[in-house]
């Protein structure tokens, strides 16, 4: 079904599962592997801690020495598995364009790669990569979500509020039940349920 599978990796623990199930579904349909990481190029205003420290040549020094571990674990992974296997490393200003150029230019018809399963806010806030390949491609792209771990208390205090006209304080209660998030708003001296929303 697929012949080329385009695996992008930046290296961490989440991109090797990707890895692993891109390379078992190449190996199971006689495909080959193309595994690709990208960096962003140097800029001398950024956010990211490695560029605000080092010089541009030593950050170049750390993104190839990163990139090459990276390539190197899927090359190693597909070699055990008997899989053909391409590296290639891309230095790009949007990594999400990067790889779907790349697949594009390539000929692959599967993008496999990871993701944390983040929904709602934390996914729009953090501007997954995943989620931008997931837009923009117009190859196949298949998603290995690792799930989130379940938080290990019962309830979280989120806010506190204090009521000026009956001074009652308030808290706001977040639990996780079924799988979503639910508040609650509960009277500090009563502990009733004043409102819930689901």
């Keep these: ?45 950024a956010v990211d801690p490695g560029m605000v420290t080092d010089s541009p040549e030593r950050y170049e020094e750390h993104a190839a020495a990163r990139a090459s571990k990276a390539l190197n674990v899927a090359r190693e992974a597909a070699k055990t598995a008997g899989v053909s296997c391409d590296a290639v490393w891309i230095e790009h200003e949007h ?3 990067a790889i779907i150029d790349a697949a594009e230019k390539n000929a692959c018809d599967l993008i496999v790669m990871s993701s944390h399963g983040r929904r709602g806010i934390s996914a729009v806030v953090l501007g997954s990569e995943t989620v931008k390949i997931l837009t923009h491609s117009a190859i196949p792209v298949l998603v290995i979500r690792t799930p989130q771990p379940a938080p290990s208390i019962s309830a979280v205090v989120l806010e506190r509020h204090q009521r000026l006209q009956a001074n009652v304080s308030m808290r ?27």
């Design 1 to 45: 079904m697929y012949k080329h599978v385009m695996i992008p990796t930046d290296g961490s623990a989440l991109s090797q599962k990707a890895i692993e199930h891109g390379i078992a579904l190449a190996k199971s349909n006689k495909a080959r592997v193309t595994a690709l990481t990208v960096t962003v190029p140097f800029h001398v205003f």
């Design 95 to 97: 990594p999400y364009r």
């Design 172 to 198: 706001r209660l977040a639990y996780v039940k079924s799988g979503k998030i639910q508040i609650l708003i509960v009277r500090r001296n009563t502990q009733r349920v004043l409102r819930r929303t689901d």
